[in-house]
């Protein structure tokens, strides 16, 4: 599942973008406990949800 995937998946549970950000670190958690990778993808994360908020 893509990052915009993911995002939309978030906010159709909750459209708060504190809890996109929250469940999302929690999946990736489940993925890897490798902190580096996880903030990598975080910031991509962050990137897409905010390019997403804007359009």
């Keep these: 599942m893509d990052l915009l995937a ?3 998946l978030w906010k159709s549970i909750d459209p ?3 809890f996109c950000r929250r469940a999302e670190r929690e999946m ?3 993925s890897s406990s490798d902190e580096d990778w996880i903030a990598a ?3 991509d994360f ?5 390019l ?3 359009g």
Excluded: F, N
């Design 46 to 50: 962050e990137e897409a949800l905010q």
């Design 16 to 18: 708060d973008p504190e």
């Design 6 to 8: 993911r995002i939309e």
């Design 28 to 30: 990736l958690m489940l």
């Design 52 to 54: 997403d908020s804007v």
């Design 41 to 43: 993808r975080m910031r």
